[in-house]
């Protein structure tokens, strides 16, 4: 009798116990034939606004059935029309929420251009036009992005002071597995890759007429692959935002490691614009640049666009056009030499950006005013900057100065050297002995001569 009872508790307990209790529902895309299923993408999106629950799948076909928890849910879909992935005019559609109770159930979704208003196609600030649609993306690339602030960027900002190694990308989305909001990322998988997308070989920003379409999403994760050739070829870097462009931040990976990387996302009048870090003195193509005219052939000019300096090499090519702009792209080596100072007048411009020039080292019989650079004119600006292990022991009746041995200005246009920073290890030694003078026509932080 009594192991009667406790079967009957048993078997009440299991058949009185909640069940999640689930809806087959067949997602149906309305208004589409065989034919016309967006050969751009498209993608179904399923997401529970009470438990938080959400999922995103790309699709190939009109139709998707799936198993869904009986409560609130709300639908959405996005496709491109054109003939490249992510390619041509996006359609969207997002419902109002819709309980399910367990009973088979069809969704008609129909895209539209006015279905792409919904907020999480179109956040307010990264959507334009009427009816509402994301902007284009625009990616610029930079090569200093670490040094610049970009509270300061105007809405045409282009990084043209340093522009970066990227020449081409592509937009990476994913498919997305049942689950909570927050945890999208860890369930992310097949990842599809937008059209091959060139960038201005000048600014090295996108074309206009190159840019496309994506969503920039709240809390929905992506990506963005940049490379150095015009055609999305050879190596790639990979920046990673695990919440959508919104959130304005990245990760890049890199041979298998996740590490915190530059970037952040502007919404101009026209472009949602993605700033990314390629900085060129990564770039092996360019390291092996030993003339301005193959600078000249990305973009920079010496005016507008500083020289970019990234190896010993590099800097000593300010001889050859003494009136430029250079900025130091990272440390730079002299290898224990002085093969490449700057024996010519300088009256060009020279920004650190708070880099090292290490391991200058001189011992001769000077012929004329001795240091890195021998002499500065009217104009001349080097600035934020540190020397490191600077060696010079010289002798002849001659000026001389770890950075700048002499200056000459007979103009109005002051000479500046300022926020110049020298390392205990350096040192110098000359038939003059150490000096510093001020003279009121120039703009000097520290001494030109010691």
Known sequence: MKSLLLLLVICCFYSCSPQQEITKTKISLGAISQSDLFPGGLYIIAHNPQTQIGMIKRVFSAELNLELANGEWEFGAMGWEGTSAMDGNLKCFMSQPQKLTGAEVTVQLTLSDQGCTNDLFTPEKFS?????????????????????????????ET????????????????????ANTDKLDAVKSNPFQSKCVVLDNINHNTLAANSIIVPAFDGIPMGVETYSTPDCSGDKTYYHYPKGLGEQSSQLTSNGAITTQTSFVQSSQNFTKVFIQNNLCEDTNYLSFN???????????????????????????????????????????????????ISTVFNGQLEGNSFKLMNYHYTGTLTQAGGLFSMLSDGAKIKNLTLSNFIITASGNFPTGLLVGDINSAGSNMVEVSNIHITDSSQIETDLGPSLFFRSKYKLYWGARW
Not at 313 to 319: P, R, S, V
């Open 128 to 156: 334009s036009g009427s009816p509402l649609k994301p902007k284009p993306l625009q990616v610029v690339s930079c090569s200093l992005l670490d040094k610049l602030n970009p509270n300061s960027f105007s809405e045409d």
């Open 159 to 178: 990084c043209e002071n340093s522009i970066g190694s990227a020449k081409s990308f592509k937009v990476v989305l994913y498919d997305i597995a049942l």
């Open 291 to 341: 003339t301005l005219g193959q600078m000249n052939g990305i973009g920079l000019d010496g005016a507008a666009r500083p020289y970019i300096l990234c190896n010993e090499t590099q800097f000593g090519l300010i001889q050859s056009l003494a009136s430029a702009n250079y900025t130091l792209g990272q440390d730079i080596d002299f290898n224990s030499d002085a093969d490449n100072n």
